[in-house]
């Protein structure tokens, strides 16, 4: 586009659905909001329909997963015995890696396929 190079949509739909899933702390939610937004750019720029689905639903997942307030680390912390931040200081390491790695794959399949 004008403003977003189409390279860019994918990544930033991931960084976006990780960023509201960590702030709310509900993935469902972000996928409530972000597939709506992200369909009618699959139709309006031939995008691959799966490429921008799975970004967003990766992102959901991954920012709900490192969330203090999302209700599968609190129920994770409770199973295992110990304490809620506890539980997601030791997580987040591993959650960022993988969401780092995971960025960057879309960023790098964006710019081959698009």
Request: hydrophobic share 50%; net charge negative.
């Amino acid at each position: 586009g004008d403003y977003l190079p189409i390279y860019l949509i994918v990544p930033v739909l991931f960084l976006t659905g990780a960023v509201m899933s960590f702030t709310t702390g509900t993935s469902w939610g972000t996928f409530a909001i972000l597939i709506p937004i992200g369909v009618p750019l699959i139709q309006a720029l031939g995008l691959p329909p799966s490429l921008v689905v799975g970004a967003i639903l990766g992102g959901g997942i991954f920012g709900d997963h490192c969330s203090p307030i999302s209700d599968t680390s609190a129920v994770s912390a409770i199973a295992s015995g110990c304490d809620l931040l506890t539980h997601v200081k030791t997580q987040l390491p591993y959650a960022i890696f993988g969401g780092g790695l995971t960025f960057l794959a879309y960023l790098v399949t964006s710019i081959i396929v698009l």
